[in-house]
Each structure stands twice: as C-alpha cells, then as structure tokens.
C-alpha cells in the first residue's frame, strides 16, 4: 500500500503521465520479483506493531515496517523518519 502510495506521489512530482497506472505496474514488477519475498500478515506481526504504535507513539505504517523488520531479521528503512520517530530513534532501536 505505501509503496503504491509514494510511487504515485513520485510520478507526480515527475509530471509523468498515468501516475496511477504505473505505481502499479511498479507494484506488480516488485511483487514479481525473485529478489523480494513479501510475508503473510500474521497475529505475531499485529500484535508487535500494535504495541510499537502504542509504545513509540508512530504511525501504524512506521509501526508495522520496524515489526516487520524485527520478525524477519531485516533493517527498517525509511525514505524520511517522521519528526515522531527522530525524537524516539534510540529509544526505538533498543526496545522493539
């Protein structure tokens, strides 16, 4: 979804043509790809963003990407950390 999002905004910005259409064959060529695996939604993954949201005080699309992160043993990355999330960044680091 965010994805999805952000890439509209993008082409926008761009002034390209259809930016709606090609978000979503960007979406599409990303959920194709070999490279990308993309995880169930799951109770555990609730769960841990619901009490990231709740602790960090976060967007619950921050809040589900630093859960995500932490399940599967990856880095969060974000194109802009919200003023939120700066404010809290060392805190969050060591308690999700």
Partial sequence: METYYVSIRIYEKL????P?????????WLYRSP?????????ELALLA???????GLALTDAYVLASAKICQGKAVFRR????MQKKLSEIKKGI
Avoid: M
């Fill in 15 to 18: 002034g390209l043509n259809n």
């Fill in 20 to 28: 709606e259409q090609r978000a979503e064959e960007f979406v599409e």
């Fill in 35 to 43: 490279n990308i695996t993309l995880e169930e939604p799951s109770l």
């Fill in 50 to 56: 619901g009490r990231t949201k709740r602790r960090f």
């Fill in 81 to 84: 950390k919200e003023k939120e």
